[in-house]
């Protein structure tokens, strides 16, 4: 009856409370499979988490073994755990059985510690453990020390067995085994892959051995602080350097447990330790926490990232980037919105193996987002690491159970990485072959990248390669290439040695510098920075996309360099530089309402035609205040196409990608929600970028009340009150018509609906931005005329009324006549403005 007492028993865990005191959600789990075994102990042994291990005697009903039975143990033993103390010495086959009372998962845990014996040196044994059909240990050999290997395996029979076989003229032995139970929802079905970004299936399907847990930022937790009795290491020998990242850490009873987690995949003082980015005495910190785990490449690996935002003061602050072997992760992970809130339990699965470059150490990565909203940190709580079973069934070397070797068979990660190289190897055959058949004027006509490459969207191809053949200045690829070739020295020279009074813009490809290039001529010069990895993929897209479209309203790409490891762009200059700048926080002169108007109106004709321009069309996915920028006249151009996206690539897929790209404060909620990336992302953005034209203030600004941090969510709840122009840009209040400010603030609601397919196209944006540009020049007309006979007959001028609008955003604006003495008139629309071009966009072809 006690040994029945002893191996049903109940993991007794203290629940975590909730900031309120309440328990913050069930953690208790009761294992129906809890078998327990001190091997070789003559007597049952009581560990400090109140877990019983059965004696040998008590045991022996889950043994098979028909040779010398040998079992060693001593008095004193510097070991961490008692169950080290005993062991149970095999000289041939042996197998423990185990019936189980419900399929699942279960944690097989064995313990290993060379107790000292005169019958057997046991540091030199060596020998194989398998369960059922899956290998274990293979040749495994202890040394001096004591180890304990954790796996997780998903049993499916009525018995689980575990067989100890030693090699020839060895012994093989055991000091204690663990065979419990685990929750189901401990491993899900699905993961994440990280090349390409992509979520993962068959994870069930596998089973894992645990490589490292660590509780990240805090102490070492004992099995008996855990709620499914694991121990989890402390983080600080794998942080390199060390000084990188800073502990902080709060009481584990404010984690608070959403819906879709549980203390069971981590206990509350896991959640409650992180390690932040360091103080690095900088305005700026720009700089990436990093672990470096030693792991055997031969073996895929399931990296669990656990995440609790401990550190904020308010919610949206806190945005971080996350990388994992090396491949961008998660980019913009804003915990207070994936976890509900602050101090919420969060965890992230992703699958890496060598087929995507990943290599040892493995390097899990944190660091800030290049955006101006938010604090300058990152954080990490807890990591765990799982090595997956390969082909053959094994976690530990090549060899099967059944003596097959893992190689590239069905299915294996090492027949995929075969097939890709065996490609890239026919590609760059095929390559050669075009190379040796050039025209021989090639030199004269076309530039090694356009020509081997001529450019099509979305072929990340493009410059993977970057060999220079040569100064060929004033060289200019064909209508399908890149544009006008420049040679290093000639952007050099241009902005002066790469002078740092030259820069005129910073980003995560790298400088942007003013230059001069023949005999006067202002450039811009995007020179990317080869160690930064999102900057290259950008450059490539963008150079893809500026290649092929020409529009008054996109800026303009000049050419190129691809000298050697240099990735440099060459765009027009534009002098005004961008429009956030002449709305707050430079202190520029203040731009009126009819120029502000015909700016937005210049970048939604750009975007227009990006949507509607090509078949597929184009998608900017980046739309955001500082990249619409403004050229000597005013004129605003769409730039920075460095995340923009073929509609082809897009349309009829379940996901774009699993990192969301694009600004905070911009973000449609829905691409956010959902991960599908629609041209309706950028109607939402520049509803956002319209609403700070009006108000003039940041879409994101965390140091405002926290109801006011939000531009589109603040400035919606003044719009449905009626009331916007209470919070408009105050020095517009003399010059702005109020129905032109309504019709403005209409086109802004619209394009900021929660649902795509409940947003206008940015043709239905353009119809009405085009009608708030008539109200107001009407009014100014009117106005002014009135002025006018106010001077000839001595009387003071009158205000005149606005206009009533007549139609919504779904239908093509009439303004009304205004109610003075005699009807305003709407001045006719010239070719470069309002409805003209609409007949131009119907026969858009990029130049």
């Known amino acids: 009856m006690a040994i029945l007492v002893v191996l049903f028993s109940v993991f007794i865990v203290v629940p975590s409370v909730s900031s309120a005191g309440a328990p913050a959600k069930s953690d208790s789990f009761t294992p129906p499979d809890n078998y327990l075994l001190d091997c070789g102990s003559p007597q049952q042994t009581t560990l400090p988490d109140k877990r019983v291990f059965l004696s040998d005697q008590n045991s022996k009903e889950h043994i098979n073994y028909e040779g010398k039975d040998l079992q060693v143990s001593v008095d004193k033993a510097d070991v961490p755990l008692p169950i080290y103390r005993s062991a149970k010495v095999f000289s041939s086959e042996a197998t423990y059985t185990f019936g189980m009372n419900k399929a699942g998962w279960h944690w097989i845990r064995l313990h290993f ?237 992703f699958v890496v193996n060598s087929s995507m ?129 420049f040679s290093f020295a000639e952007l050099q020279e241009a902005t002066k040695n790469w002078d740092a009074s030259a820069i005129v813009g910073v980003g995560g490809f790298g400088n942007v510098y003013l230059g001069e290039i023949d005999n006067g001529t202002k450039v811009a010069i995007k020179r990317g920075n080869p160690q930064s990895e999102q900057g290259i993929n950008e450059f490539q897209t963008e ?124 973000l449609d909620p829905e691409y956010f929600r959902k991960q599908q990336l629609t041209d309706k992302s950028d109607v939402y953005s520049f509803g956002v970028v319209l609403l700070e034209v009006l108000c003039a203030r940041a879409a994101i600004n965390p140091a405002l009340p926290r109801e006011q941090v939000n531009l589109a969510e603040w400035a919606l709840q003044w719009k449905r009150k009626d009331l916007l122009d209470k919070i408009m840009d105050p020095t517009l209040v003399e010059d702005i018509n109020l129905e032109s400010m309504k019709k403005f603030a209409e086109a802004a609601e619209k394009c900021l609906g929660e649902y795509g397919v409940d947003r206008p196209t940015m043709g239905d944006v353009l119809w009405n931005l085009e009608h708030a540009l008539q109200l107001q020049e009407a009014s100014l007309k009117a106005k002014s005329e009135e002025e006018n006979n106010a001077v000839a007959s001595g009387a003071s001028p009158a205000v005149p009324s606005a206009p009533a609008a007549t139609t919504s955003l779904d239908n093509r604006p009439v303004p009304s006549p205004q109610q003075t003495n005699k009807p305003a008139q709407v001045d006719p629309i010239d070719e470069h403005s309002g409805t003209a071009v609409f007949k131009q966009f119907a026969e858009l072809n990029g130049r």
């Open 113 to 349: 510690f060379p107790v000292p014996t005169n019958d057997a040196n046991l540091q030199q044994s060596k020998f194989t453990v398998v369960s059922d059909s899956l290998v274990l240990l293979h040749e495994f050999s202890v040394g001096s020390g004591w180890v304990m290997k954790e796996y997780l395996v998903n049993v499916t029979n009525k018995q689980l067995s575990i067989k100890f076989t030693p090699v020839k003229d060895s012994t093989a032995f055991i000091n204690a085994i663990e065979v419990v139970s685990a929750p189901d929802m401990l491993i899900s079905d699905v993961g994440n892959s990280l090349v390409p970004v992509a979520q993962t299936s068959g994870l069930s399907q596998n089973s894992y051995q645990t490589i490292y847990r660590l509780n990240v930022g805090g102490p070492k937790i004992e099995s008996q602080s855990d709620t499914l009795g694991r121990t989890w290491s402390e983080d600080i020998k794998y942080l390199k350097p060390e000084n990188a990242g800073k502990n902080v850490s709060v009481e584990p009873k404010v984690i608070i447990y959403p819906d879709r987690n549980s203390p069971l995949i981590a206990p509350a003082s896991v959640y409650a330790s992180a390690m932040e980015m360091g103080d690095s005495n900088t305005v700026g910190p720009n700089f990436n926490v990093t672990w470096s785990l030693d792991v055997d490449t031969s073996f895929t690996y399931l990296v669990r990232l656990h995440f609790a935002d401990i550190v904020s003061k308010s919610l949206n602050d806190l945005y971080f980037n996350v990388y994992v072997g090396g491949k961008k992760a998660i980019s913009g992970l804003d915990l207070s919105t994936v976890a509900g809130d602050l101090a919420s339990a969060y965890y992230k699965d």
């Open 543 to 666: 150079i893809q996309m500026l290649s092929k479209l020409r529009h008054r309203h996109l800026v303009s790409l000049i050419g190129y360099c691809d000298e050697n490891d240099e990735m440099i762009l060459v765009y027009e200059y534009m002098s005004n530089g961008p429009l956030r700048d002449h709305l707050y926080g430079k202190n520029l002169p203040t731009l009126p309402w009819k120029q502000r108007l015909e700016i937005c109106i210049g970048a939604a004709r750009g975007l227009h035609y990006l949507h509607t321009g090509s078949a597929q069309g184009i998608i900017h996915r980046d739309v955001k205040t500082t990249n619409i920028l403004l050229d000597d006249n005013f004129v605003a151009k769409m730039a920075d196409f460095g995340l923009s996206k073929d509609g082809s690539n897009v349309e009829g897929q379940a996901y774009v990608s699993t990192a969301v790209k694009g600004s905070f404060g911009y």
């Open 357 to 485: 470059g990943v290599n040892s150490p493995l390097k899990v990565q944190i660091g800030p987002m290049n955006e101006a909203a938010g604090t300058k940190n990152a954080l990490l709580n807890g990591l765990e690491v799982f090595k997956i079973n390969n082909s053959v069934n094994s976690l530990d070397g090549e060899f099967g159970a059944d003596g097959k070797t893992a190689g590239p068979s069905r299915g294996s990660v090492a027949a995929v990485g075969f097939a890709m190289m065996f490609g890239a190897f026919v590609g760059l055959g095929a390559m050669a072959v075009k190379w040796q058949k050039r025209p021989q004027d090639w030199q004269k006509s076309k530039s090694f990248s356009s020509w081997l490459l001529p450019i099509h969207a979305g072929d990340t191809s493009f410059m993977s390669s970057k060999t220079s053949l040569g100064s060929r200045k004033g060289a200019y690829s064909s209508t399908m290439g890149l544009g006008r070739f």
